[in-house]
Nanobody, 127 residues
Framework: QVQLVESAGGLVQTGGSLRLSCAAS????????MGWFRQAPGKEREFVAA????????NYADSVKGRFTISRENAGNTVYLQMNSLKPEDTAVYYC????????????????????WGQGTQVTVSS
């Protein structure tokens, strides 16, 4: 079983920045993509960003393009989400996820493509 441990989120003001990280407990797949999703109160979980095993392919939701950057460090089985120019509508619980055995250059954007999920971390952006 793979466990994903996310860093603490936090409370930031509009326009501020925050960096999330997520470490997988162990690597059990030859390749795996990693992604971030979020769920705001009263809304369905939505895709935020994904990165391929190679790191060469990324995928972003339109709502975060140009503001968020996903990156990964395979040696430490870790994925990062740098969030800049945060807006109140970015307030949500953020989840990292792993898509095992994904093609080495594929960054999945659908939640059903992911098999393992973190516990979630709260990000609150005040206006």
């Amino acid at each position: 079983q793979v466990q994903l441990v996310e860093s603490a989120g936090g409370l930031v003001q509009t326009g501020g920045s925050l960096r999330l990280s997520c470490a997988a407990s162990r690597r059990t797949f030859s390749t795996y993509a990693m992604g971030w999703f979020r769920q705001a109160p009263g809304k369905e979980r939505e895709f935020v960003a994904a990165i391929s095993w190679s790191g060469g392919r990324t995928n972003y939701a339109d709502s975060v393009k140009g503001r968020f950057t996903i990156s990964r460090e395979n040696a430490g089985n870790t994925v990062y989400l740098q969030m800049n120019s945060l807006k109140p509508e970015d307030t949500a619980v953020y989840y990292c996820a792993v898509a095992p055995e994904a093609n080495w250059n594929y960054a999945p954007g659908k939640d059903y493509e992911y098999s393992y999920w973190g516990q979630g971390t709260q990000v609150t952006v005040s206006s």
